[in-house]
């Protein structure tokens, strides 16, 4: 009695959980079981050699997110075909088919011990997950070897233009969905987003960006508190960075001391300076938000002195959540996300801060170009002495 009432609980399926329902739910991390296949056998008789085993490898292609490779690969394990053995009638057998695995553009794969196997930043780009075995032969005593067989992870960090950061509530999904397409979940309490959102932004002269809406930070992310790395993480591969503050600043809750706006970039600087230093010589651009509210117009007009020279006000800045090295803003833009009040003017800047650095990063300076022309035109002929 006691093993039936087991065995019909064991056949009762649990509802998914509400945050794995659907089938849009963004994935950034999977684990696979990858597996090469195994090398034919040789024939001793007639010196025959067995086929190798397929790999398996990955591509990234454009299109592809980690959701699809869930449902193709339900059982999360990858697995090449063996090599064919050495037969009469073929002497030397056919290799075994190769395993292609499609993963999105930005993926890294990790092994076990999490060492850094590829970086697929590039659609194309391909990597062996796992190589085939050896075909067998007089080396091997005509036995085939079996192919690779480990467990790796991939980790996507997207590939936006902008990345969009700020503290929870700030309404940087109300200002993505006014600038983009993209419909992202929008409500009145902290931490509505969850999951991180790309959007794109159209322009008339079919020109696109794209800006990734990453979930609200919090202090110690840096540290990986409230899941900071996996968000932070995406942020490594934008071009520029969109700091989103609320003119009004921001509490936490009610045990955490409530921090005006220009401690909330003092904050936000210090995140990703812990973090990732490096993370600060990106080019910024900050918008103050919620400038439709009354009283906005009178902090801004107190501030914004101290926001374009974040140095002056450094020393009365808390120590915990004072940076070492101050970000510079591009721009310093006011906005109000919620009626898409002067959005179209952070279009137009966005797109002039990115067109800056293309030209910053494919154009060389004077002195360059000087040293350029040195080295290509040279000195020529016999010189005087």
Do not use: W
Not at 111 to 125: H, R
Not at 156 to 161: G, M, N
Not at 282 to 311: A, H, R, T, W, Y
């Amino acid at each position: 009695m006691v093993q039936l009432f087991n065995f019909l609980l064991k056949s009762i399926k649990k509802p998914p959980r509400a945050h794995m329902r659907g089938g849009n739910v963004f994935l950034d991390t999977l684990r696979l079981t990858v597996k090469g296949g195994h090398g034919g056998n040789g024939i001793p008789k007639y010196g025959g050699i067995g086929g190798q085993g397929g790999c398996v490898y990955l591509e990234a292609k454009e299109g592809v997110t980690l959701r699809y490779l869930t449902q193709r690969y339900k059982e999360k394990r990858a697995v090449a075909s063996s090599g064919e053995d050495s037969s009469k009638v073929r002497i030397l057998g056919r290799r075994g088919l190769d395993e292609k695995i499609e993963v999105p553009v930005g993926v890294q794969i990790f092994d076990e011990s999490g060492k850094l196997i590829a970086d697929l930043n590039e659609p194309g780009a391909k990597c062996i997950a796992a190589g085939g075995g050896m075909g067998g032969c007089s080396g091997t005593n005509f036995l085939g070897k079996p192919g690779e067989h480990k467990t790796i992870n991939l980790d996507l960090k997207l590939i936006a233009d902008v990345g969009l950061v700020g503290f929870p509530n700030a309404g940087k999904s109300t200002f993505l969905k006014a600038i983009s397409k993209a419909k992202p979940k929008i409500a009145s309490y902290p931490f509505t987003t969850i999951r991180p959102q790309v959007g794109t932004v159209d322009y008339p002269d079919l020109r696109s960006i794209t800006i990734a809406d990453l979930p609200g930070l919090i202090e110690g992310a840096h540290a990986n508190f409230g899941m900071g790395h996996k968000f932070l993480k995406h942020i490594e591969r934008t071009r520029l960075l969109l700091f989103m503050v609320d003119i009004f600043g921001f509490q936490l809750s009610p045990k955490h001391e409530p921090r005006n706006c220009l401690h909330n970039i003092y904050a936000l600087n210090k995140e990703l300076e812990l973090y990732d230093p490096t993370l600060l010589d990106k080019p910024c651009v900050l918008l103050l938000n919620k400038m439709d509210l009354e009283g906005s117009s009178d902090i801004l007009k107190s501030q914004k002195p101290f926001i374009k020279n974040l140095e002056e006000k450094l020393d009365e800045c808390p120590q915990e959540i004072r940076p070492e090295r101050v970000i510079k803003f591009e721009r310093v833009l006011t906005i109000s996300a919620q009626n898409s009040a002067r959005i179209q003017d952070v279009k137009r800047e966005l797109r002039r801060v990115l067109d800056e650095q293309a030209e910053k990063e494919l154009v060389p300076d004077d002195e360059e170009m000087k040293e350029m022309l040195r080295r290509r035109v040279g000195e020529r002929g016999p010189k005087i002495t």
